[in-house]
């Protein structure tokens, strides 16, 4: 694997995440301005979001993971082959086996998650749950030796992209068009994308010399 497929992997599927976390946001105004509001009291509105910045956003942090749960970018992990008799989360795993690790349905898994099919980034406030394979019931990137090698890069492509479009600008749907009428029909391929193209109208949040 060279540099240019690490960039292509954490490009297409950063920017795919993203997409998602807007028609969810776009669904439930309440928490795109909730998260606007952690932005303002964080950063204040004389300057876009830096890298430092992250470690004070929680609640934005929250739904970068619920947005990976709920649409992780690729539903089956690469195969994995044991390569001798193992015990992995409460399984004996006999060696030889080839396992297919389904992403998509253990996030909307009901005896791990409550109301699993809601966008709800409070779940995630106050529990340290992150996204690097270290808790079995989130797992947008893999696990272990051979997760995504590119999830470093993704995640803060995510990060900045996501932080600084709701800092920068108030997103709502076009007129005579409510959150119900958003479809969260998915096409699946190499990335999981949605099916039905989204349009919003944007506007400025920033002072204007901020945007030149």
Not at 30 to 51: C, G, N, P, T
Not at 65 to 83: C, D, G, N, Q, Y
Not at 123 to 140: C, M, S, W, Y
Request: with cysteine; hydrophobic share 35%.
């Amino acid at each position: 694997m060279n540099f240019k497929d690490l960039l292509a992997g954490g490009t297409d599927t950063s920017a795919t995440t993203v997409e998602w976390a807007f028609y969810e946001l776009l669904r439930q105004p309440k928490i795109m301005k909730k998260a606007q509001q952690e932005l303002d009291l964080v950063i204040s509105q004389d300057r876009w979001v830096q890298e430092k910045d992250y470690t004070q956003l929680p609640y934005i942090e929250s739904i970068i993971k619920e947005t990976l749960r709920l649409h992780p970018v690729s539903t089956m992990l690469p195969p994995r082959i044991a390569l001798e008799d193992c015990h992995v989360a409460g399984y004996d795993i006999p060696k030889g086996t080839i396992l297919m690790v389904n992403t998509w349905s253990i996030g909307r898994n009901s005896q791990h998650w409550e109301s699993p099919e809601e966008f709800i980034p409070e779940r995630f406030e106050g529990k340290n749950i992150d996204v690097t394979g270290q808790h079995f019931a989130l797992l947008p990137f893999g696990a272990g030796r051979r997760k995504c090698p590119g999830y470093s890069l993704g995640i803060r492509i995510i990060r900045a992209t996501l932080a600084n479009l709701l800092h920068g600008f108030n997103w709502r749907l076009p007129n005579g068009m409510s959150p119900e009428d958003i479809s969260m029909d998915e096409i699946y391929g190499l990335t999981t994308h949605p099916k039905v193209a989204l349009e919003v109208m944007m506007e400025p949040r920033l002072p204007n010399h901020l945007y030149k």
